[in-house]
C-alpha cells in the first residue's frame, strides 16, 4: 500500500500567516501516460464532512480561494494557504487515487 | 446542488450484519464512480471500498475484503455496502462519497455525504 506522511502533525499560527503542510508518498503518484500527479487535499472543518480544496497535486477546485495552492510531484507534495484567516480552522488531509487501495495521510490539524 | 444521504448506521454485536445506503441527487449519478470511507478519531480517514459507474470494476480495503461487498442500483441512484462479520475495529463514522469520474478508485472524491455510525460492540 501507497503510504503518506503528512507533517506537521498540528500547526498554530497567526491571522495572516503562510501555513505550509507537506505530505510525502512512500512511492511516486505520477502517472507517467498522462503525466499527472494522482494526490488531492482535503479540508476538514468540526463536524463537517472533508471538501476537495485540490486536485491532481496543484488544480484547485471551483469556489476555493485562490489563498489556498498545491504543488509537488512523483513523492512530495506541499498545500500552502497564503495568508490564514479564521475559516481555514480545519484538520487537512492529502489522498492518492494513484493506486488501489486508496490511502490518505494521517492530517495535519491547523489552528489559530 | 449535489447530495449523498447515507442511511443503516446502527449498533451491531460483533459477528452481525448491517447493510448501509446512500441515495444520490443533483448529478447523473451512473457517470460517478462510488465509494465508501471511514473516519474514526485513532485511524483517520480509511477508504473502504470503491465502484465504478457501471459497476463494473470493484476494489476493497484488505481490512473488508471477503467480509463487506459494494453495490449500486443506477436506477434508483442508489450505493450501498452489504457489512458481514462485523469486528469491533470497524466501528466507525462511515461516509459515502463521489468519485469525480466514472472510474472506481482513479480519480479525486468530489462530493462527500455526512456519514452514518456504525457501532460494533457486544
Known amino acids: 500500500d501507497i503510504v503518506l506522511t503528512q507533517s506537521p502533525d498540528s500547526l498554530a499560527l497567526s491571522l495572516g500567516e503562510r501555513a505550509t503542510i507537506t505530505c510525502k508518498s512512500s512511492?511516486?503518484?505520477?502517472?507517467?501516460?498522462?503525466?499527472?500527479?494522482?494526490l488531492a487535499w482535503y479540508q476538514q472543518k468540526p463536524g463537517q464532512s472533508p471538501k476537495l480544496l485540490i486536485s491532481?497535486?496543484?488544480t484547485r477546485e471551483s469556489g476555493v480561494p485562490d489563498r489556498f495552492s498545491g504543488s509537488g510531484s512523483g513523492t512530495d507534495f506541499t498545500l500552502t494557504i497564503s495568508s490564514l484567516q479564521a475559516e481555514d480552522v480545519a484538520v487537512y488531509f492529502c489522498?492518492?487515487?494513484?493506486?488501489?487501495?486508496?490511502?490518505f495521510g494521517q492530517g495535519t490539524r491547523l489552528e489559530l | 446542488e449535489v447530495q449523498l444521504v447515507e442511511s443503516g448506521g446502527a449498533l451491531v454485536q460483533p459477528g452481525g450484519s448491517l447493510r448501509l445506503s446512500c441515495v444520490g441527487s443533483?448529478?447523473?449519478?451512473?457517470?460517478?464512480?462510488m465509494t465508501w470511507v471511514r473516519q474514526t478519531p485513532e485511524k483517520g480517514l480509511e477508504w473502504v471500498a470503491g465502484?465504478?459507474?457501471?459497476?463494473?470494476?470493484?476494489y476493497y480495503a484488505d481490512s473488508v475484503r471477503g467480509r463487506f461487498t459494494i453495490s449500486r442500483d443506477n436506477s434508483k441512484n442508489t450505493l450501498y455496502l452489504q457489512m458481514n462479520s462485523l469486528r469491533v475495529e470497524d466501528t466507525a463514522l462511515y461516509y459515502c462519497?463521489?468519485?469525480?469520474?466514472?472510474?472506481?478508485?482513479?480519480?479525486?472524491?468530489?462530493?462527500w455525504g455526512q456519514g452514518t455510525q456504525v457501532t460494533v460492540s457486544s
Open positions: 462519497a463521489r468519485v469525480s469520474s466514472g472510474v472506481a478508485v482513479a480519480a479525486p472524491i468530489n462530493s
Open positions: 443533483g448529478f447523473t449519478f451512473r457517470s460517478h464512480g
Open positions: 465502484l465504478s459507474g457501471t459497476a463494473a470494476t470493484t
Open positions: 512511492q511516486s503518484v505520477l502517472f507517467k501516460s498522462d503525466k499527472k500527479n494522482y
Open positions: 491532481w497535486a496543484s
Open positions: 489522498q492518492q487515487c494513484y493506486d488501489s487501495p486508496v490511502t
